[in-house]
Structures are given as structure tokens and as C-alpha cells.
């Protein structure tokens, strides 16, 4: 089955840096969503694209979707060291599922 | 107050026995899900049930059963468990079955299986 891979699958930055995620997908969607997992637990939501939309924020979250290029890319302003977790994208297929990709590890350093 | 709670949360178990993890939400849900995510992190979605019934199963060997009880629990049986077993398995749940919905997730069950 499809699913979202993410770029890089590792990322370390330093504190008070951005950091940009990228997913890529394979078919057509009716949303993507954006989650974060910290280690050991399980998964928050952080940030829903329609496949209408192009851009979304929300906080220090900037989300893009380009869905001629079937991509979208999560960027976290002025990391700070709680920001450390993998980041997953979602692609909302069909009706009734969430189809998620293996994930970016962003390492914050102080 | 646990919006998704799962239990155990960590289970280590011979090859071959059974095992059960148990799931429950309180946020009025219609949907839950089962979620199995290996080594490499990859997430993969197992089953679905909305209002007690089960609307995905996604591939999934027979030796696992889920079971519904009613909308607010979400429980996974596992027969003759078997080394590649050894996973986190995440239960979420979501407002309805719709692929636009948020979905919230449990903070996982990490089964090994030796």
C-alpha cells in the first residue's frame, strides 16, 4: 500500500534553528496530516492540510502541500530542545485511513 | 484524565503462547484503531472499528482477533505469538471514521516475544 516517506530520516540542528521535514506520496489525497512521537510514546497530532490548501500555520509550524508534486513539508521555527522527536506525515486516503510514512528524527542540540 | 489508555505497557512473552492488550478511550469516539509500528519505526495500521464494527482489516494474520466490546474499548488478542510479533502496538482513536479526522493515540504496548 502507499505510504508517506519522509526526508531526511535523521535531522540534528541546533538549538534556535530551523528545521525542515519533507514527505513525499504516491497517490491522490484528501489530507495530510502532520504528528509527532516523542520516545516511548505514542503519537500527537499536530497540523491537518486539506488537499485544497497550500499552506498552513499554526505556532511556530509551517506546513506546505503541493499536491501537483505530491509533497509537503513541515518546518519548525526557532527549535528549542523539547522539539527533539520523530516526525511522521499521514496521507488521508479514501474514506477511512490514515497511511503513515517511517518518520524524521530531529535531534535538538543545546 | 487518559484520553486513550492502553494496557500493558510492556509485555514479554514466550514464542507460541497468547496474549491480550487491552485498549480504552474516553472521548466519545466513534473510531478506534489498532497500529503496529517495528523496529525502523515505520507505523502500519492493522485494524479499524467504528461503533463496534470493523470496517478495516488491513493483511493481518488470523491470529490476531480484535474484539469491540462497545465503542469506548478496543481489545487485541494475539494467538501463538511468534518472534516477529515483537513490535509497539498503538491503539488511537478518532471523533468518526472519516480520513480527515485527528486521530489520538495511546501511548503503547511494547510486546516482545522471546
Given at each position: ?110 | ?38 523496529s525502523k519505526k515505520f507505523l502500519k495500521i492493522m485494524f479499524s472499528y467504528n461503533n463496534k464494527e470493523l470496517i478495516i482489516n488491513e493483511t493481518v494474520p488470523n491470529r490476531f482477533s480484535p474484539k469491540s466490546p462497545d465503542k469506548a474499548h478496543l481489545n487485541l488478542h494475539i494467538n501463538s505469538l511468534e518472534l516477529g510479533d515483537s513490535a509497539v502496538y498503538f491503539c488511537a482513536s478518532s471523533y468518526t471514521n472519516r480520513g480527515t ?14
Open positions: 500500500s502507499q505510504q508517506g516517506e519522509e526526508d531526511p530520516q535523521a535531522l540534528s540542528i541546533q538549538e534556535g534553528e530551523n528545521a525542515t521535514m519533507n514527505c513525499s506520496y504516491k497517490t491522490s489525497i484528501n489530507n495530510l496530516q502532520w504528528y509527532r512521537q516523542n520516545s516511548g510514546r505514542g503519537l500527537v497530532h499536530l497540523i491537518l492540510i486539506r488537499s485544497n490548501e497550500r499552506e498552513k500555520h499554526s505556532g511556530r509550524l509551517r506546513v506546505t502541500l503541493d499536491t501537483s508534486k505530491k509533497s509537503s513539508s513541515l518546518l519548525i521555527t526557532a527549535s528549542r530542545a523539547a522539539d527533539t522527536a520523530s516526525y511522521f506525515c499521514a496521507t488521508g486516503q479514501g474514506a477511512q485511513k490514515l497511511v503513515f510514512g517511517q518518520g524524521t528524527r530531529l535531534t535538538i542540540n543545546p | 484524565d487518559t484520553a486513550v489508555s492502553q494496557t500493558p505497557k510492556y509485555l514479554v512473552t514466550q514464542m507460541g503462547n497468547d496474549k491480550s492488550i487491552k485498549c480504552e478511550q474516553n472521548l466519545g469516539h466513534d473510531t478506534m484503531y489498532w497500529y503496529k509500528q517495528d479526522d485527528t486521530q489520538y493515540f495511546g501511548p503503547g504496548t511494547r510486546l516482545t516475544v522471546l
